[in-house]
C-alpha cells in the first residue's frame, strides 16, 4: 500500500509523510527479488475461475490518486515491466477539489511546528464548543490523545478529531481554516498540482495499469446511512466508466479503510469483487474474504534491494493490525 512518493530533489513539501522515490526503487528491487508481481486481472482470475498465482504474489496499490503517481511511479513501473494499482477518489479528478484528509496531511507537512497546529485546533475547539455543541476538550483528548502507527499523540489527535471526530460541519470549517492559514487560499490551483488529471489516468489504463475505486469523495463509508453508500459507490462507478475501467469485477480501495456489512452488501450488488482494507496482513485469497484483503505498507518492507528478508516476507506476523491515517 502506497500513498505519496516523491522525488527528493523536485518537491515542495519535504515535511509529507511518505516515500522518497529512490526508496520506492529500492523496495521495488527487494520485491521483485522476494515477489511476483502481478496485476489485477491475475487477482481477479485467481478468485473469479480459481487461477492459480504464482508463489509469493504481490500486488502494487497506490491510493488517493496523487499527481506523484503519474510523475514518479508511472514511468518506473513502465520502465521495470511492473503493473500497479491506482485508486483515485472521483471528486478530485473532475472537481478540482482537495480532499480534507490532504488538506489536512499538508497543513502538518508545512507547519514549522506540530504543536502549533495543535494548539491552534485545541483553540477552536474551546472557542467554538457551544455554537457547535461539542464534548469538552478533555472528553476529546482521553479518545484519541494517543500515539497511532506512524504517529505521535499530538499528531494522532489532529489527525482523528478532524477526520471523524468532530461533527462534519464542524469538522469542514476547522479544517479549511488551518488550510488557508498554513498552506493556501486558492484550492483549485493546488488541487491541479497533487491530482491526476481524467486524461493521464486514462493514459496509465491504455499503458496497462488498474484504475479502481476509492470512492467519490472519499468519505468514511461506515459512516453513511445505506442510501448515502449506495450513492457513493454508484457516483464512483461512473467515474471508472470515464476512465476506461470494467464496472463489471471491479476492485474497492476503502478510503481510510473503513467499511461496514451494509457497505459490502452494496458492494456485491454492483458487481465488485474485490475490496482492499488497511488492515496489517498478508492476504491469502483462499482464507480472507475477497472484499476483505488485507495490505501491508510500504512501511512494512524494507526500501533496500540487498536487505535480508523482515518478518512478513519471512511469513512471521509480528506486528498487530492497524488503519493507516
Known amino acids: 500500500m502506497y500513498h505519496y512518493v516523491q522525488d527528493r530533489d523536485k518537491t515542495n513539501y519535504p515535511g509529507l509523510k511518505g516515500l522518497w522515490l529512490d526508496e520506492f526503487r529500492g523496495q521495488l528491487d527487494y520485491i521483485k527479488r522476494h515477489y511476483t508481481v502481478v496485476t489485477a486481472d491475475d487477482l481477479i482470475a485467481a478468485i473469479k475461475d480459481k487461477a492459480k498465482l504464482p508463489e509469493n504474489a504481490a500486488l502494487l496499490t497506490f491510493d488517493d490518486g496523487y499527481a506523484d503517481h503519474y510523475r514518479n511511479v508511472f514511468p518506473v513501473l513502465l520502465d521495470l515491466n511492473l503493473t500497479g494499482l491506482f485508486?483515485?477518489?472521483?471528486?478530485?479528478?473532475l472537481e478540482s477539489r482537495v480532499l480534507d484528509v490532504n488538506k489536512i496531511h499538508f497543513v502538518l507537512a508545512t507547519a514549522n511546528d506540530k504543536g502549533s497546529v495543535y494548539s491552534d485546533l485545541t483553540t477552536m475547539i474551546e472557542v467554538?464548543?457551544?455554537r457547535y455543541g461539542l464534548e469538552d476538550l478533555s472528553a476529546y483528548q482521553q479518545l484519541y490523545h494517543t500515539p497511532g502507527r506512524f504517529d505521535g499523540p499530538d499528531v494522532a489527535f489532529i489527525k482523528s478529531m478532524l477526520q471523524k471526530g468532530l461533527p462534519a460541519d464542524c469538522r469542514t470549517q476547522f479544517i479549511d481554516d488551518l488550510f488557508q492559514k498554513y498552506v493556501t487560499s486558492d484550492e483549485a490551483e493546488f488541487s491541479s498540482d497533487i491530482y491526476m488529471s481524467l486524461e493521464q489516468l486514462q493514459e496509465m489504463r491504455k499503458k496497462g495499469m488498474y484504475i479502481g475505486s476509492h470512492g467519490y469523495d472519499h468519505f468514511w463509508l461506515s459512516h453513511l446511512s445505506s442510501e448515502q453508500q449506495k450513492i457513493e459507490?454508484?457516483?464512483?462507478?461512473?467515474?471508472?466508466e470515464r476512465v476506461g475501467t470494467p464496472t463489471t469485477d471491479w476492485i474497492m480501495c476503502y478510503p481510510y479503510g473503513d467499511y461496514n456489512d451494509s457497505l459490502l452488501h452494496t458492494l456485491r450488488d454492483n458487481k465488485c469483487i474485490v475490496g482492499l482494507t488497511t488492515h496489517t496482513d498478508v492476504a491469502n485469497i483462499d482464507q480472507h474474504d475477497p472484499l476483505l484483503l488485507p495490505?501491508?505498507?510500504t512501511n512494512d518492507l524494507p526500501k533496500d534491494g540487498t536487505a535480508?528478508?523482515?518478518?512478513?516476507t519471512k511469513g512471521d506476523k509480528a506486528q498487530p493490525p492497524?488503519?493507516?491515517n
Not at 459507490?233 to 471508472?240: A, G, H, M, V
Not at 535480508?308 to 512478513?312: G, H, I, K, M
Open 87 to 93: 485508486f483515485p477518489p472521483g471528486k478530485t479528478t
Open 128 to 130: 467554538e464548543r457551544e
Open 233 to 240: 459507490i454508484e457516483e464512483s462507478l461512473r467515474f471508472l
Open 295 to 297: 495490505r501491508l505498507d
Open 308 to 312: 535480508p528478508q523482515n518478518q512478513w
Open 322 to 324: 492497524s488503519l493507516f
